[in-house]
């Protein structure tokens, strides 16, 4: 009799030993679940959320899923399904714990490993469409209606937060050979005006002008003047633009975190300095710049580095060199969440707790009232110099902390725009009377 019920459970493991995290998860690990499926008669339900732990407490640098048990069932001192359901239990609770405590960073200045390497460049040349609406763009929150132009498909700056990589193939970087053409037959209505971005599928700057990429996009915004071309980056890869003519419609904007963030999350990145000695390299230029708070992470110390940040920035520019900042956080699609897991990355990203925001996964609604809340507040000499909006955050966020909030995303839309054309145009003039 002992010996069918091993064969039935040998029977529901091989089921289960398929699933993608398992197969993924190191040999110890791996061997740990199983000994412990077999010893506890595990369901499929509970191997399976038994591995998903195993996975986060390996990318948060925990102790081993094997180890918690071993040291759970000594207390208990028995092995009946009783037994089973308290260690589970006891787990799980862990877990949790761990997600909703701030996030610890080890301080010590360096890069954490990633198992990923860097991706490779391959050149496409086909009738994919590179023009359309941004990718997260939602109802269910307040949009800014920006376009997007996908000059590539995919980074290789190895964000562990990306959701990029769920979109795209893996490991290789697929670069427009014919982007030209492709912008040239876009059509635009000529009386409605355009915010456009080429930082959404890939970083707009880190590939420089592979395959006359930039090129083509500076004759774009040459050829439109009725658009506002944003390009978005993590490099520090400025030099094209710095010897272009660059058509003062365009403006170059930074994500931007704190540099314990950056070494942790932000694998192949350019620091914090270089990125804000790129933008200031630029502003001196005479092209205007953004900054992007997104995302704004909640972790042990987030409120003073933000702060430092905050006031870093503040005051290395001035107001008329920058058209806009905006606010953003951690949001995820499940897909995305799973890829982080699949990738086995040393990652605290996912330590966190998840809450639905308009059908995606993000902090519940208090934490990200207070993140924004605070780095808000820091800027307050520029609340009424510079344009800033939140990206992918519902009514209720707008409201809570800048106290207003849109109608429609139309007006939101006319409202960034303006704002931005106007700071163009300051700039182009500044510009102008200093060379005379």
């Given at each position: 009799?002992k010996m069918?019920?091993?064969?039935?459970?040998?029977?529901?493991?091989?089921s289960?030993?398929?699933?993608?995290?398992?197969?993924?998860?190191?040999?110890g690990?791996?061997?740990?679940?199983k000994?412990?499926?077999?010893?506890?008669?595990?369901?499929?339900q509970?191997?399976?959320?038994?591995t998903?732990?195993?996975?986060?407490f390996v990318?948060?640098?925990e102790?081993?899923?094997?180890?918690?048990?071993?040291?759970?069932?000594?207390s208990i001192q028995?092995s009946d399904?009783?037994?089973?359901?308290k260690?589970?239990?006891s787990?799980?609770?862990?877990?949790?714990?761990?997600?909703?405590?701030?996030t610890?960073?080890?301080?010590n200045?360096s890069?954490?490993?990633?198992?990923?390497?860097?991706?490779?460049?391959?050149?496409?040349?086909?009738?994919?469409?590179?023009?359309?609406m941004?990718?997260?763009?939602?109802d269910?929150?307040?949009c800014?209606?920006?376009?997007?132009?996908?000059?590539?498909?995919?980074?290789g700056l190895?964000?562990?937060?990306?959701?990029?990589?769920?979109?795209?193939?893996?490991?290789?970087?697929?670069?427009?050979?014919?982007?030209?053409?492709?912008?040239?037959?876009?059509?635009?209505?000529?009386?409605?005006?355009?915010?456009?971005?080429?930082?959404q599928?890939?970083?707009?700057?880190?590939l420089?002008?592979?395959?006359?990429?930039?090129?083509?996009q500076?004759?774009?915004?040459?050829?439109?003047?009725?658009?506002?071309l944003?390009?978005?980056?993590?490099s520090?890869?400025?030099?094209?633009?710095?010897?272009?003519?660059v058509?003062?419609?365009?403006f170059?904007?930074?994500?931007?975190?704190?540099?314990?963030?950056?070494?942790?999350?932000?694998?192949?990145?350019a620091?914090i300095e270089?990125r804000?000695?790129?933008?200031?390299?630029?502003?001196?230029?005479?092209?205007?710049?953004g900054?992007?708070?997104?995302p704004?992470?909640y972790?042990?110390?987030w409120?003073?580095?933000?702060?430092d940040?905050?006031?870093?920035?503040?005051?290395?520019?001035?107001?008329?060199?920058?058209g806009?900042?905006?606010?953003g956080?951690l949001?995820?699609?499940?897909?995305?969440?799973?890829?982080?897991?699949?990738g086995?990355?040393?990652?605290?990203?996912?330590?966190m707790?998840f809450?639905?925001?308009?059908?995606?996964?993000?902090?519940p609604?208090?934490?990200?009232?207070?993140?924004f809340?605070?780095?808000?507040?820091?800027?307050?000499?520029?609340h009424?110099?510079?344009f800033?909006?939140?990206?992918?955050?519902?009514?209720?966020?707008?409201?809570?902390?800048?106290?207003r909030?849109y109608?429609?995303?139309?007006?939101?839309?006319?409202?960034?725009?303006?704002?931005?054309?106007?700071?163009?145009q300051?700039?182009?003039?500044?510009?102008i009377?200093?060379?005379?």
């Amino acid at each position: 009799m002992k010996m069918t019920k091993h064969l039935d459970y040998q029977k529901r493991f091989d089921s289960f030993s398929n699933y993608e995290l398992y197969q993924n998860l190191e040999k110890g690990s791996r061997n740990a679940i199983k000994d412990i499926g077999r010893k506890y008669q595990l369901t499929y339900q509970e191997l399976r959320q038994l591995t998903d732990m195993a996975v986060d407490f390996v990318m948060w640098d925990e102790t081993s899923i094997g180890k918690q048990w071993n040291n759970e069932e000594k207390s208990i001192q028995h092995s009946d399904q009783l037994a089973k359901k308290k260690i589970l239990g006891s787990i799980y609770n862990n877990w949790e714990k761990l997600k909703e405590n701030a996030t610890n960073y080890d301080s010590n200045g360096s890069k954490r490993e990633y198992k990923t390497e860097g991706r490779k460049l391959k050149t496409i040349n086909g009738d994919n469409a590179v023009f359309g609406m941004c990718p997260v763009a939602s109802d269910k929150t307040v949009c800014c209606n920006l376009r997007t132009i996908d000059v590539a498909q995919g980074c290789g700056l190895g964000c562990s937060y990306c959701s990029i990589q769920t979109f795209y193939e893996g490991g290789t970087i697929s670069v427009e050979d014919n982007l030209a053409d492709k912008l040239a037959a876009i059509e635009l209505d000529p009386n409605k005006n355009y915010h456009i971005g080429s930082g959404q599928s890939s970083d707009s700057l880190a590939l420089g002008n592979k395959n006359g990429i930039l090129d083509a996009q500076l004759d774009f915004a040459r050829n439109n003047p009725n658009i506002i071309l944003e390009f978005k980056t993590k490099s520090k890869n400025i030099g094209y633009l710095l010897q272009a003519a660059v058509p003062r419609n365009i403006f170059v904007s930074w994500s931007l975190n704190p540099q314990l963030f950056i070494d942790h999350e932000e694998a192949r990145t350019a620091t914090i300095e270089q990125r804000l000695q790129a933008a200031r390299q630029l502003a001196d230029a005479g092209i205007l710049v953004g900054f992007h708070f997104h995302p704004i992470v909640y972790y042990s110390g987030w409120d003073a580095d933000y702060y430092d940040l905050v006031k870093r920035l503040m005051a290395m520019f001035s107001v008329n060199e920058v058209g806009l900042i905006s606010f953003g956080t951690l949001t995820f699609i499940k897909p995305a969440i799973k890829a982080l897991r699949k990738g086995s990355m040393r990652s605290k990203i996912l330590q966190m707790p998840f809450a639905d925001a308009a059908g995606k996964i993000s902090y519940p609604m208090e934490t990200k009232k207070k993140i924004f809340s605070v780095v808000w507040n820091t800027f307050q000499p520029w609340h009424d110099e510079v344009f800033f909006y939140f990206c992918m955050e519902d009514r209720q966020v707008w409201e809570s902390v800048f106290g207003r909030c849109y109608e429609t995303n139309d007006d939101f839309e006319k409202d960034l725009f303006n704002n931005v054309s106007n700071k163009l145009q300051i700039k182009s003039e500044l510009l102008i009377s200093q060379i005379n």
